[in-house]
């Protein structure tokens, strides 16, 4: 049985000041889109495009008295909040996978943005379905189908000079992660979830969601600073780069601070990142 999920279509970061996050993340070596204002609300964005899957960073432009989940969000921190889903083929059809599975949907709502391009505004649109949080313990989450995906993927916006091409994994804390394997096994299947150091691992079809204890994640990361970070939330994003060699080379020319992990993998501590550690990998 299908689990109506493709993988991760993009992870929201969330930041305090919007146009100083796309300036500093322009500084690490990334290709911001143009602005997108969403429709009705008081929020904004600038994503991160890579050929699958994106980053975005979320933040205010006008008080939203209705963006609550933001709201508290950034009165805690700043950093990755929420991970969107690709559904298979379309948010309905993957709303009725769940179904299938026992599992608990929303009804698919629509949602459009602004996107502000130098031509003229184009409105890119979305159709969005929740689950309960019991049925996806441990992590924001939702499912993001897009109705016109021609408008967010121009090749301009995938090119990216540290080289970066996609989301490989999303490391998450969590005080008990064995115990949030019956959940991701009914959602993802019996073969997506194994055992890990710290904790366990989830394969989301693309990607994975790596759910480690702080204990865990400190033996593997010891470099990476959590301090004041609590579980359950994602501490890490690990990103895929085209040649490590010359991603550290472009880092250490942008003066960004890093360090060379074993194995290979650069790490860029969440003081560079609006939160949001960032591992480079090959």
Known sequence: MTSGIAGIDHIIVA?????????????????????????????????????????????????????????????????????????ERDAEATSAAF???????????????????????????????????????????????????????RPEWLAHPNGVTGIKTVHLLEEDPASLAPAYRRLFGDGAVRPAAGGIAVDTGRNILSFTTIAGFRAAYPTIDIAGIEPPAIVALELAVANRTAAAAYLKQGNIAFAELPGGRIAVPAAETNGAALLFAD
């Open 15 to 87: 930041v305090r000041d919007l146009e100083a996050a796309r300036h500093h993340w322009m500084r690490l070596g990334f290709t911001p889109t143009p602005r997108g204002r969403h429709i009705g609300q008081g929020t904004a964005n600038y994503c991160i495009m890579f050929g699958r899957d994106y980053l975005e960073l979320l933040g205010f432009v006008e008080r939203d008295e209705h963006a609550h989940r933001l709201e508290t969000f950034l009165a805690r921190r700043e950093g990755p909040m929420s991970v969107a889903f690709a559904p």
């Open 99 to 153: 179904a299938a599975r026992l599992l608990h949907p929303s009804a698919p709502r629509a949602l459009g943005r602004a996107l502000e391009l130098p031509e003229g505004d184009v409105t890119p649109r979305f159709s969005l379905v929740n689950l309960p949080p019991d049925e996806t313990p441990a992590l924001d989450c939702f499912i993001c189908g897009h109705l016109t995906p021609e408008l967010v993927r």
